[in-house]
């Protein structure tokens, strides 16, 4: 399974986020980072593979396209949301999958072809349209994505844990790549993740706090 490293832009900066509530959202400057300047960030943690979420993007103001695009020159794979709202907002460059997030791409899946479909979640629905999870999935697995990616917007950055009865139907919803990411605490939330069958985990604070070994995300997998 591999590891991805998640860093969310806001204004410039790499910001912490937590439980979604993006208003509250401060620079990070505790844990592993020499910098809060994105390119610099991401040089200093030499992640394999990387999530970005822009976050001025996703709000409709502003973006970090310059930022992205060269961060995304440092890894392997780097996963951008964007806020894409129509096929055209895709953003090129090299080593970029666009992420396609339910939050703002509207109810017409079908529109998008390629990169990876993000189920944005909190209280256990899909925002915003209020759906189940387990329905969008087998939606999504009709359609021409590249994989999809589960994302408890409401867990992020909380070190809730992960649950795996509510966890197993999303997996056997979805045949193709699956990702999740929110709220991962633990080694065991990984191998939890791992037994399930997730192809990826998005990790950010726990590796921030040393519980996730940072070699682990430079490597991409757990070792």
């Known amino acids: 399974m591999d590891l991805v490293l998640a860093v969310?832009?806001?204004k410039g900066e790499v910001v912490h986020g937590k439980a979604g509530n993006r208003d509250n959202y401060h620079p990070l400057d505790w844990g592993q980072p020499q910098s809060t300047e994105p390119v610099r960030f991401?040089?200093?943690l030499r992640p394999k593979f990387l999530y970005i979420a822009d976050l001025d993007r996703i709000e409709g103001k502003g973006s970090h396209d310059a930022a992205v695009r060269s961060c995304a020159t440092l890894v392997q794979r780097c996963y951008v949301d964007g806020g894409i709202r129509t096929p055209n907002d895709y953003l090129s460059g090299k080593n970029i999958v666009n992420v396609v997030?339910?939050?703002t791409c509207g109810d017409d899946l079908s529109?998008?072809?390629?990169?990876?479909?993000?189920i944005d979640i909190k209280r256990g629905k899909?925002?915003?349209?209020?759906?189940?999870?387990v329905e969008v999935l087998v939606e999504a697995d009709r359609l021409g994505f590249e994989g999809a990616l589960?994302?408890?917007l409401g867990a992020v950055g909380t070190q809730r844990g992960v649950n795996p009865k509510e966890l197993r139907p999303l997996r056997s919803?979805?045949?193709?790549?699956?990702m999740?990411?929110?709220?991962v605490a633990t080694i065991d939330d990984l191998q939890v993740l791992s037994a399930i069958g997730f192809d990826s985990a998005i990790v950010a604070t726990s590796v921030h706090k040393g519980i996730i070994p940072l070699s682990w995300v430079q490597k991409g997998s757990i070792c």
């Open 8 to 10: 969310d832009l806001r």
């Open 180 to 183: 999740y990411g929110g709220g």
């Open 150 to 152: 589960v994302l408890n």
């Open 126 to 133: 899909v925002v915003p349209s209020g759906r189940r999870p």
């Open 173 to 178: 919803a979805y045949s193709g790549k699956l």
């Open 42 to 44: 991401v040089s200093a």
């Open 101 to 103: 997030g339910t939050e």
């Open 111 to 118: 529109r998008y072809k390629g990169g990876v479909l993000s």
